[in-house]
């Protein structure tokens, strides 16, 4: 299954982890808080994506799968 959207609900640490983890689709902004690229290619980064959200502490990485 391919992953058709990917956000970041309320409640990120800004610990970064997502960004290691997957930079083709996460970034900070200046205070540290976790968003989603713009225009990023979410089925070439389809692994990365899973591992940043089961790695994620507070469990705000959230996709959905067509």
């Known amino acids: 299954m391919a992953i058709k959207k ?3 609900e309320e409640g990120c640490i800004a610990d970064g ?3 290691d983890i997957c930079p083709k689709v996460f970034a900070t ?3 540290g808080e976790a968003y989603v690229i713009e225009g ?3 089925n070439a ?3 990365c ?3 940043a ?3 994620c502490p507070a469990e705000v990485i959230k996709y959905e799968e067509e």
């Open 29 to 31: 902004d200046d205070d």
């Open 6 to 8: 990917v956000w970041i």
């Open 49 to 51: 994506i899973k591992e």
């Open 40 to 42: 990023a290619d979410l």
């Open 17 to 19: 982890i997502c960004e």
């Open 45 to 47: 980064n389809e692994e």
């Open 53 to 55: 959200a089961d790695e």
